[in-house]
Each structure stands twice: as structure tokens, then as C-alpha cells.
């Protein structure tokens, strides 16, 4: 089974072209305007300010590249919707339903977006389109498959069923959003929440959630005011090839040390998911965990991981 697979993003040089081509075509032009690029998951790359332009189109030119971002299609398409009597999309989570939203595309795939605000819809768009039709080599990471996701909660749910606790499981991808959802029957509600909240904040921050709540309680509260963290432990980055491509997130066990230790298990199962052939990059072998083997998360415990990280999963997996 495989663990992730290789997705294409673009990098700094990429974001820099793109910039570049959009601020000459609006210098070109005479054009106040704001311009963001984002990532594939909406997060500010860069942004730009041309002379005298608006201070509202900061936030404006970022919304719109967000949700040409995570809508995969240009931001055109939902003010469309709007003027044509569709009210609805309005209420669409993380869209602004404004021209001037572009994608940026390599051989089909979304990489990123491009927003511009400050001047009419239409001119907007443009400076829009001309950072978008930029050419820019783009970079590849592994990304966290379906399949993948599932694997690592379905390992952690067997192990719950072993302990004989019903925690909720969420496995989210490297920007944060939600992929695979494990509730048990006896499941308290709250933790559907709660497990994403803590599987997102292990992703986003690139580390244990466990960090901020050890942070919190040891005499730095001000970690409690960290822009989409939540500061409870049971939060895991999901590794691949050295790369965050996701996190898992368990709410609901017996205790919160029981989270954490299911969430470092879940952490274990995809290191050992990732480990393949050379240059078969999130490719699992004969020896890694399937759905359906006879492999078990006993397995996981007898073989910790070295170095400066055998003591946490120790501490973690009694």
C-alpha cells in the first residue's frame, strides 16, 4: 500500500516569477493593486503592494487567491454564481466570491494561486492572469495518499480495540484539511472535533501538539494564543522521506497520555509505511504495515526509532 505520492508545488523561485510577471503587467498598466500567491492549501506565499495602492486590498488579494487555491478554479466562477441568484455560495467555508482569484497550474495540477485586489474585477483578474501564465519549474514533495491515511487510522483503531477505549481518529493532510475520520460507536461527540483540531495543529506547526501543551502548563501561557493551535497532547506529524505530509490528531481515550501514546503509534505506523526501496519514495515493502496482514501494533513497539527520538516513543508507547 502506499503511504503518500509525489504531488508537484511550487517553490520560492516559483513564487518569485509569478510575482514578478504579475507586477510588470500592473506597473505596465498603471495599476494600484495588492497580489498574493498561496500555496495548494491557501497559505500566504508572498504578497506584493504597488505604490498608492488601497491598505483593504491586503486581506482582499489574499482571500482571493485562498479560494482559488482550495476551489481549484478561478474565483471568478463563484462570483458568477452569486450575481446569477445562486446566494448560497456566499455561505461557501473559505470562499470570497470576488473576481481577481487565479489558480496556478503545471500539466493540470493545482500548485498554488495567485490574487489581486485594487482595481475593477476585471483589471484585477488581469495582473492575475499574467502572474499565472508565468513559466516556473515546479518542485515535488510526497503527499499523503487516501489509502495512506486510512492505513495509519485503522492501525490506531486496532490498538484502541485492544485497550478497549473508543477515541476518535483524524488524520489530516499537510495543510490541515481533514482525510480520513475513524468514530467508534462509543465515541463521545465532542472528540470528532478535538481529534482534528489536535491532528491540525501537529501539522501546521510541524510538531507534536503535546509541544504547546507542555508549554502552556510549564509557565509559557502565552502559547495559548497561537494562530490555529490547540494546546492538547495527542497530536502527531505523519513523516515521509523527512517531510510532514500530514498529522493524526486522537481525542477520547481513557486519559490524555492514552491519546498521545495512540497518536505516536499512528506516527510509528507511517514512518514504517514510508520506509521503501530506494527511490520508491512513500512505497511500502514486504516488511511494512498493510491492511489486513497479520502485522499488528505490537509490531511498531519492537523496533523504536534511534537516536534522540527512542526516548519520546519509549515514553510514548508504554
Same mark, same amino acid.
Given at each position: $500500500?502506499?503511504?503518500a ?13 509569478? $510575482? ?8 505596465r498598466?498603471?495599476h494600484?493593486? +495588492?497580489? =498574493? ?13 504597488? #505604490? ?8 482582499v488579494?489574499i482571500d482571493?487567491?485562498?479560494?482559488? !487555491?482550495i476551489f481549484?478554479r ?7 454564481? &452569486? ?9 461557501? %467555508?473559505?470562499?470570497? =466570491?470576488?473576481t ?5 497550474? +503545471? ?17 484585477d ?7 499565472? =501564465? ?5 518542485a ?5 495518499t487516501?489509502?495512506? /491515511?486510512a492505513? +495509519?487510522?485503522?492501525?490506531? /483503531? ?6 478497549? &477505549?473508543?477515541?476518535v481518529?483524524?488524520?489530516?493532510d ?5 482525510? %480520513? ?7 463521545q ?26 508549554? @502552556?502548563?510549564?509557565?509559557?501561557p502565552s502559547?495559548? %494564543?497561537l494562530?490555529? =493551535? ?5 497530536? $502527531? ?6 517531510e ?13 497520555? #492514552?491519546d498521545? @501514546?495512540?497518536?505516536?503509534l499512528?506516527?510509528?505506523?507511517? #514512518? ?7 527511490g520508491s ?8 504495515p ?23 516513543w519509549? !515514553?510514548?508507547?508504554?
Amino acid at each position: $500500500m502506499t503511504l503518500a505520492r509525489t504531488r508537484k508545488t511550487i517553490d520560492t523561485k516559483g513564487v518569485g516569477a509569478v $510575482m514578478d510577471a504579475a507586477e510588470e503587467a500592473a506597473r505596465r498598466e498603471g495599476h494600484r493593486v +495588492v497580489i =498574493a500567491v498561496v500555496d495548494a492549501g491557501g497559505t500566504l506565499l508572498a504578497l506584493r503592494r504597488t #505604490e498608492g495602492a488601497q491598505l483593504a486590498s491586503s486581506q482582499v488579494a489574499i482571500d482571493k487567491a485562498r479560494t482559488a !487555491a482550495i476551489f481549484v478554479r478561478p474565483s471568478r466562477e463563484l462570483e458568477a454564481q &452569486v450575481s446569477a441568484g445562486r446566494l448560497g455560495a456566499l455561505a461557501l %467555508h473559505g470562499a470570497v =466570491a470576488l473576481t481577481g482569484g487565479v489558480p496556478l497550474t +503545471v500539466d493540470g495540477e493545482v500548485v498554488g494561486a495567485i490574487g489581486t485586489s485594487g482595481e475593477t474585477p476585471d483589471e484585477d483578474e488581469s495582473v492575475s492572469l499574467a502572474g499565472a =501564465a508565468a513559466a516556473f519549474v515546479p518542485a515535488t514533495v510526497p503527499s499523503l495518499t487516501c489509502a495512506g /491515511a486510512a492505513l +495509519v487510522a485503522e492501525a490506531v /483503531a486496532a490498538e484502541a480495540g485492544r485497550r478497549k &477505549v473508543s477515541p476518535v481518529v483524524a488524520v489530516v493532510d499537510a495543510a490541515g484539511a481533514l482525510v %480520513h475520520l475513524w468514530r467508534p460507536d462509543g465515541a463521545q461527540v465532542a472528540s470528532v472535533g478535538v481529534a482534528t483540531d489536535k491532528a491540525r495543529t501537529a501539522a501546521l506547526y510541524r510538531r507534536p501538539s503535546k509541544d504547546f501543551e507542555d508549554q @502552556a502548563s510549564g509557565g509559557r501561557p502565552s502559547a495559548l %494564543h497561537l494562530a490555529g =493551535a490547540v494546546p492538547l497532547q495527542g497530536g $502527531m506529524p505523519l513523516l515521509c522521506a523527512g517531510e510532514v505530509i500530514g498529522a493524526i490528531g486522537v481525542s477520547g481515550a481513557s486519559t490524555a497520555a #492514552e491519546d498521545q @501514546a495512540l497518536a505516536a503509534l499512528g506516527a510509528r505506523v507511517a #514512518e514504517l509505511a514510508g520506509r521503501g526501496p530506494a527511490g520508491s519514495r512513500g512505497r511500502s515493502t514486504s516488511r511494512s504495515p498493510t491492511v489486513g496482514s497479520s502485522w499488528t501494533p505490537r509490531d511498531i513497539s519492537s523496533t523504536p526509532p534511534a537516536g534522540r527520538d527512542r526516548a519520546r516513543w519509549s !515514553a510514548t508507547t508504554r
